[in-house]
């Protein structure tokens, strides 16, 4: 495995047992632990992945042996996000690779030969969102008039995170062109809005989830799904080199995990859920159990990617209408 305001959930924080936890995922980690002991003799699949919750059926196929019983053994490996994961993709270090969709599809703008195997969880119609503008508590940046001239913290330029917060400021009467933007990893976005670094982090669950539980922070706005409703946050995809030379591993790592996706769907949040995702983002479970988590999709939204590339034009992301229909995975 990899290592790697004043407003708050409508959901109360239950009391999260680390013992029922373990227990309930415990027959499910003694077939892994079972079938991982001959994973090195299959054919292997290498994974990029971002540590969030959006990755939990991925982990989840991995753990429980869903991804050993297809007759593949998997090598996950985390990166920042897409941008760093794409051109690594491309050189071949990676077979699979979870992306936010934003770089996905300027990739493909770009002539990356890319093919869309799965979607992520999908972006809400209405809060609470698993992504969203947190701010320290009393800094009064409410609309976005009141970030101009303000740092907001994003994993990397030009991707999901830097498109949420310029359409929201432009949304709320505010000038885009007049935000600064920092890059700063995930894990280290807390921290940067606590010690003045930024002004507002643009914060994905579960660090989102763990922000809204410190009194030091509070929320801006739910501004994911204003400006997003019902499009893919993220999306896992592979070469088109891989797609044509290695389809039999693709199709296998394809039925793992919507395996994966199965047991996430049914079981989450839940205890075992929670300790699942925990064990791969080191946060405590009883935080992260005021995530607000959608069900992963087992299938993929034409009109979803056509609505986010006519969102990704709007703000000058792309500059032609992508066919994205044909480049999605035939499994």
């Known amino acids: 495995m990899p290592k790697s305001c004043c407003d708050s959930r409508s959901r109360a924080t ?3 047992s680390r013992r029922k936890a373990i227990a309930g995922a415990g027959s499910a980690l003694t077939l892994w632990r079972t079938r991982a002991a001959f994973a090195a003799d299959l054919p292997l ?7 969030i919750f959006v990755v939990a059926p991925h ?5 429980f042996g869903y991804f050993t019983a297809e007759g593949i053994s998997v090598a996950t490996q985390a990166v920042q996000g897409g941008t760093v994961g794409i051109p690594g993709l491309i050189a071949g270090s990676f ?3 979870y992306s936010n969709s934003v770089s996905v599809m300027t990739a493909l703008e770009r002539g990356i030969d890319l093919r869309i195997i799965a979607e992520g969880t999908r972006i809400p119609a209405k809060p609470p969102d698993p992504a969203t503008l947190l701010q320290r508590r ?6 976005g008039p009141d970030l101009e001239g303000k740092v907001i913290a994003i994993n990397a330029k030009f991707d999901i995170q830097w498109l949420i917060a310029q359409a929201w400021v432009k949304q709320t ?9 920092r890059e700063v990893p995930l894990p280290s976005m807390l921290d940067a809005l606590r010690s003045k670094q930024v002004d507002a982090a643009v914060l994905v669950d579960p660090f989102l989830a763990v922000g809204l539980g410190d009194p030091d922070f509070e929320l801006v706005d739910w ?5 997003m409703p019902g499009m893919p946050s993220s999306l896992w995809v592979v070469s088109g ?9 693709v199709r296998a790592y394809l039925r793992g995990f919507m395996k994966g996706a199965e047991w996430v769907d049914a079981h989450l949040g839940d205890p075992a859920y929670l300790e699942l995702v925990a064990s791969y983002t080191k946060t405590n479970p009883a935080l992260l159990a005021r995530m607000a988590v959608g069900k992963q999709p087992l299938d993929i939204d034409v009109g979803g990617l056509e609505r986010l590339v006519a969102l990704m034009r709007e703000y000058g992301l792309l500059k032609t209408d992508l066919a994205v229909a044909a480049k999605i995975f035939k499994a």
């Open 14 to 16: 239950p009391a999260i």
């Open 45 to 51: 699949v290498r994974v990029s992945i971002v540590p």
């Open 59 to 63: 982990v989840a196929a991995e753990r």
């Open 95 to 97: 077979d699979v690779l």
């Open 138 to 143: 009393g800094a009064g940046l409410h609309r």
């Open 173 to 181: 009467g505010g000038d885009p062109s007049k935000v600064e933007y």
């Open 223 to 227: 501004a994911q799904s204003k400006v």
């Open 241 to 249: 080199n891989v797609a044509d030379t290695k389809r039999d591993l």
